[in-house]
């Protein structure tokens, strides 16, 4: 597996701070920095943002850890991490679906039931893509992902219809969101999650007395015990990542098998990447 660091920094601090041929600008005013994990300009941009965070000022503004691997690496995984990568907008709670927030955990949000079918604008929902997630985390397949999953006698989901938010009110769409009957995952203390990958949350910002929440962002790869994977070929973990702030929802991950791979693969499926998982 290679592993990188994205980050994005104004144009200003970076003129400070780093060397003029460091990362490419992405406009006058902000600059694009990539480095491989094991730099050590990595960990130096990390104390960077240390020190200007203890001035209530940040260094970077965006960063993101992209992970690479090889073919045989991805075919030799027990479980592998499917991150979704298209999104859209509004979502649900501005389209009709309605929440039990009641029933949710009153520290971190996490939990709150649908009291309705998810309503959706599904017209904003990428065509091309076969999973996407809307902005709140309310993720939504297609009905040749469904059919593909019940063709091939995969386990660990039904699917509930998703109705569009019609001008008579809702209405049958081609979308379907997975209602998960495998048993959830665990997370194990491997796992690493935080604010970024310079700032593990300390401070418990982010965290939740009664541990539903991982975290704000995943940091590291997933790691899992083993003796909680109930074989199924897609599962959630226990634990979410995130934070309920707004239209925005705290998100467990998504896990498949490698049969399900092999599936979407095969339907050339599109919509998301994946990482590997590791089963301790």
Known sequence: MRETFEFRIAEDRARRFLAPDLGVPL????????????????????????AQRKKGELFFTYWHIHRKYTAEELQSAELLDLIIRAYFEPPGSMCGTEYDDAAACKHCGADAPLKTELILNTKRIPKSKDIAQSIAGEVVVSSRFVAAFKEHGLRGAEFRPVFHNGRKGPQPSEWYRPVFTSKPLKLDAKTVAGNNPFDLDERGEFRCPKRHMA??????????????????????????????????????????????????????????????????
Request: charge should be positive.
């Open 27 to 50: 406009s006058d005013i902000l600059r694009k920095v990539v480095l491989p994990g094991d730099d050590p300009r990595v960990q130096e941009i990390g104390d960077i943002q240390r």
């Open 215 to 280: 975290g704000l962002n995943q940091i590291s790869e997933l790691y899992l015990k083993r003796a909680s994977h109930d074989g199924s070929d897609l599962c959630i973990t226990d634990k979410y990542f995130g934070c309920r702030r707004g239209e925005l929802r705290p998100e467990r991950r998504l896990l498949i098998s490698p049969k399900l791979r092999e599936v979407l693969e095969g339907m050339n499926a599109k919509g998301f990447i994946l990482e590997v998982a590791h089963l301790v």
